[in-house]
């Protein structure tokens, strides 16, 4: 019997085994267990002894995880490479089983696995061949049971409870290299309850799910409406759901009928595991293709793969647009759809979405820029000479490329198309707002070739291009856009010699000349320039064409001045107050050199002075600046338009509205919303033409707003100069209307007297004005003039002398004869009369027999004047309205000639129709005036583009306002004058501007009178909304600007009552967002085309922002704005203002940018220390 009898039957290693064993065993049966292995015991014992002798050879101790962290102390290469080569032996040889086993085992399990494996390797080679095939056997069969012991499955497990653990007696001697356990063996829990475990069983529980299933909860959450793939479920066409064949009645219940599909039976044969889309299952069945677009879609399908329905309708579109331009590759209009297409075909997330959206928004829109310029230079190809082609790539390519290179590619498209004006005006602009590369000179002689190389090909001597149609008009606008260009960038004494000289070179052009290329008659012109003679302006001054007679026969001879007249300019000292800040003096100090030096210095030869005597050498105009901006007019129409650009530069408001090429270039001044006496007096408003310009010499920050009036005395008197030569130049109608100008100018400076409240200055300027007046009624050909009459009987009421306004009216209507409503002069000065009579009325009650009434009668009476007696007959009104009935009649219905001055007529329809509602008005009431202006609207609409057009777009220039405008603009006025003396809805007046507005988005006029009714509004809504589809249907500026000026009359209005020093206050009217709302109009009016170039916009803009106190962001807007506008030098003033501790870094980057300086820091350090 052995020691052990339990292991009676298994042999030493190297002896045989034993033969004698079925007698042992039978004495054994009591201590044999039927699920005891003998080989099972043995293993288990040996590979614990192995499992020994293996750690205690090796020191340093390895965990072999899948995601170890070797420290570098208990890790060598040798020990790298020995459980490298293990992991390569477990994979190979036990692959098998593996695939077997549940793979929640730790990184224990993998580590003895390992060791198994090198156990069994041994065993195998120490043992004897006789058991080498039993052992192998043996081991196959009980690899699992082994396994089994060392491990415990769940699946083993009969009783399986919620909290099941193994306990694993065996130590982990890696343990002791690192500091904590491998997290991979610590049992994820979570606790709820904050008591400590152990103490209370109740208030503790302890939760063992894993993360693992909440994170895939969270990623199936329902998606929102804004995320990419909703939107473009929601930007693609509806499908319908009932047949179309189903009747149309409307009953309370509406089924709504599924789709019929096709019949299966066709398409199972060409579709049958269905994954073609429609049109490839009909292509396939060798149907019309076109027929499938008609067939209604399966709306299941469309449920369950909506991206599928919408590719395939944006490819069909790409394919229609493919096939287009293969077509057809001439079609320029073709080419800019597929282009514009684009956008429609990558449209990204929303505006409001988050900022990683906004990442992949950015992206794609890269990735349509790069689309778009792959087509247009596909396109460019096909057409080589078209120019709307290479525009469109040079805007797309502003995204890519840097400025210099920019410039190089407009430099190629300028020389291959040197004779297109629009080219040339589109390049001066993109020069002049390349803030990198601007400098003042640059551009100044950029405008002067662009001059030049369009006068070469009107004079022919280009003989490579030929001359396209509206050159000539397009150079007067690019002349005057230069003009405005020197005016804000500070050198207004080159933009004052600019038009000097070319209205010398026009109007005094000697006859010997004239027949010469523009080259050759600037070359005579230079001499006369240098000579030193007076120019237009200047006193004596007689014109080119007298100086070169009086050359040919030996000179001037010399007239000694006169003495007379000569006065010393009190120059005022130009530091009033030295304890103000260095920043404050500065802008004083430019300020009023703006004002007194913006004529060019010239030296006074009667003193005998010399060039070298003029302390600012800025002030002098060398020929070269000007010379290659010398242009011919021959057309007389063009030649008058020069004219009065230059007085309204000069700050003279001229009948007809004159503006350069591109408006919104030059406007940079806030005067555009000033509304001069509309709330006393809205019938007759004064409606300035040069708002939103600084006339030269008035160059300000937008916070001081400082406006003197008029001009210093060397200002007046230039004008003075220029009206006098142009008297000379011009007879009847014209010199007529050059006598208008003066005398309104005269007006414009009483209006800004009253505006100011300044009585001593209004009684000086007033004297002056009768003065002018009288003088200019003395002429001759001025006596009859009815307009000039107007104008001094208004002046007169403007002073206050009401009684002598009335006299000067009843002798200009006794004086005018009997032309009644026919004469379009006798019923304008009818007209004001009566309004301002009317304006003086405080009710509408007994309004019949009111001196308007009278007025209005007697004209319609067409019989000689008789002054107010005190009453009206019934019989005249009677007789009065007939005739005004029959009158409007027949200039509504007769059709427009052809040989009469448009402009004429339609002023003769305003004045007409002004006259009799005004009579309806005082004699009816209200509605009657309004059906009027209902009647005439209607006709005026129906009668066509044609007698709405502005006759001066051509030019670029607006010209007269229209018919239908000007008839609209006394519609409101009336309107508004009659709420403020009765009681009347708003809505007739809000509807009557919102039509003319949508009409007319550009009228200044309008957009003041709207948002001055929208600011009683308690609701913002309405107004916001019409604004909103304003601006999307139109490219003016006006728009965005009088909402801007909307919503920042509402935020201090809401800001003064909340403010109101009378205890608790509660609010009725809601502030919610509005900063946020004025930035964000901001935002949009700046990118818009137009927006983007204009000084006054980023000049309200910074000013909003200053006002708010965000002095970072005011400060980087600036230079936002320099990128766009870099030549205006207001923008610069009221950075020194907004930001007085960079006043040196301002006045620096101005120096660099050669705008002019007219107090260098240098010289403001020295007149301190005086």
Known sequence: MALFPAFAGVAEPGEPPASSSEGSRKELDWLSNPSFSTEDALLLHQRTTEAANLISEKSPLIRTTSRSDLSGESDTDDSLKQSSKKRKKKKKKHHHYKKTKKKTRGDSSSSESDLDTKHIKDKATRSGRNHEEEVAANLGKKTSNVTSNRFVWLDDIQAFTAETFRIDKKPDPANWAYKSLYRGDIARYKRRGESCLGIDAKKQCIVWDSSASKRKQLQRRPERYFTKNNVKILNTDGIPVCNKSSPSNLTAFIPVFQTETDDPSDTTEVNPLGIYDPSTTVWLQGKDCKSADHEPVNTQQTVQEPGININSILMTKVEEHNKKVRENPRDISAWMEFVSFQDELMRGPSP???????????????????????????????????????????????????????????????????????????????????????????????????????????????????????TEEAMLAIFIQQCHFLRQAGHSEKAVSLFQALIDFTFFKPDSVKDLPTRGQVEFFEPFWDSGEPRIGEKGARGWKAWMHQQEKGGWIALKPDDDDEEEIDEDQEIKDKTLPKWHIWLDIEYSREARHWLPWRPDKTKKEIEEDCEDPERQVLFDDLGPSLIQLSNPDLQCQLLYSFLQFLGVPCTSKLFPSNLYIAMDENNIFDSVFSDEKPLTSVDFPLSGFNSIGHMDTMLQGRHHIGHYKEGEEFIQNVFHVLFLLFSGKEKSNLSVCWLQYEISKVVQCLQAKNKKKLKAQGRKSKKLAKNLLKAPDNRNHLSLWKLYAYLEWLLGNIDDARKVFDTALCTAGTGGLKSPQLCSLSLLYAQLEVELLESIEGAVMSRAVHILTKLAESGPYVPYSGQVLPVNVLKARKTYEHMLQNYLSKTPVSDQDPACDANQLVNLVGCYALFQYLTVGIDAAVLIYAQTSEKLEAAGPQTCENTGENFGIQNFPTALEAVTLLHTNLLRFHMKISVYPLNPLREALTEALKRYPSNQSLWRSYIHIQRKSHSASKARRFFDSVTRSTNSLEPWLFAIQAEQMRKKLTESVQRADVGEIHSTIPETGLTNRIVALFEHAVQSENGTHCPLLWRMYLNFLASLGKKEKSKGLFYKALQNCPWAKVLYMDAVEYFPDHLQETLDLMTEKELRVRLPMEELDLLLEV
């Open 352 to 470: 409001y979405a988050s900022q990683g959206e906004q990442e992949v928004r950015r992206k794609s829109l890269k990735l349509i820029l790069e689309k778009k310029l792959a087509i247009l230079e596909r396109a460019i190809e096909s057409n080589p000479s078209n120019v709307d082609l290479k525009l469109a790539r040079l805007k797309l390519c502003t995204e890519f490329w840097e400025p210099p290179a920019l410039i190089k590619e407009w430099q190629k498209l300028i020389f291959l198309h040197p004779n297109n004006p629009d080219l040339w005006k589109k390049y001066l602009l993109f020069c002049q707002s390349q803030f990198t590369t601007f400098s003042v000179s640059k551009i100044n002689s950029l405008y002067g070739k662009c001059l030049t190389t369009l006068a070469a090909v009107q004079d022919g001597s280009m003989v490579s291009h030929p001359l396209l149609p509206g």
